[in-house]
């Protein structure tokens, strides 16, 4: 059965506190991984695919990285606007979808 | 319109009711979800259309009907629901291909069951 572990649960920053959040995957025959950031109360917003280890993704102060059981996300000088769950999903060879619990991020002023 | 759209964004409804709630995606994608999100738990995936045929349903209860009637949109018709379906209900689409696809979410519903 496919399985994604996500890490830390919830992650408190201060402005400008460069981190990483966790996305440990157990899948049979990987198709990709996904990074979402979900605001409260909307639906999930896609940021990244990453189809093979040694992938790595960037948008602004986001850097998606991949490797064979795992994936980061890391986050430089995160803003208060950076505050959201973020979700990890990888979709199997099969085609079906698992996501993660995902990780709550508060970046504090 | 752009994207994907839902509608009603909030419904209050009592366990004898039926009600429907509607996705559509404005963004040429053959493949569309249904999927449940409650409080502390994990997004669960109830149903998936691909090229409008129903491609999984994941036990989910007699309750929850859904019906997609061309690639653009989905339906979830709701009756007689219990409080435990209270919860937010996203439907999201995606273009099926041989590579993984990403899927993109519509704002979702908060479905509250008295």
């Known amino acids: 059965e496919d399985q994604v572990t996500q890490s830390p649960e919830a992650l408190r920053l201060q402005e400008g506190e460069s981190s990483s959040l966790n996305c440990s995957y157990t899948v049979s025959g990987l198709r990709g991984l996904f990074w979402y950031r979900q605001d409260p109360g909307k639906g999930p917003e896609f940021l990244f695919t990453?189809?093979?280890a040694g992938e790595e993704k960037e948008k602004e102060r986001l850097k998606a990285t991949l490797t064979k059981k795992e994936s980061f996300l890391h986050i430089t000088a995160p803003k208060p606007e950076d505050s959201a769950t973020y979700l990890c999903?990888?979709?199997?060879?099969?085609?079906?979808?698992?996501f993660g619990d995902g990780t709550t991020l508060t970046v504090k002023p | 319109e752009t994207g994907v759209t839902q509608t009603p964004r909030h419904l209050v409804m009592g366990m004898t009711n039926k009600k429907s709630l509607k996705c559509e995606q404005h963004l040429g994608h053959n493949a569309m979800y249904w999927y449940k999100q409650s409080a502390k738990k994990p997004l669960e995936l109830m149903f998936v259309?691909?090229?409008?045929?129903?491609?999984e349903n994941n036990s989910v209860p007699s309750r929850f009907s859904p019906e997609c009637p061309n690639s653009s949109h989905l339906f979830l018709h709701l009756h007689t629901l219990q409080p435990e379906d209270s919860a937010l209900y996203l439907c999201?689409?995606?273009?099926?291909?041989?590579?993984?696809?990403?899927?993109?979410f519509g704002p979702g519903t908060r479905l509250t069951v008295l």
């Open positions: 999201a689409s995606s273009q099926e291909g041989t590579g993984g696809r990403e899927q993109f």
């Open positions: 999903a990888v979709q199997a060879r099969a085609g079906k979808s698992t």
């Open positions: 259309y691909n090229f409008k045929e129903q491609t």
């Open positions: 990453l189809y093979s």
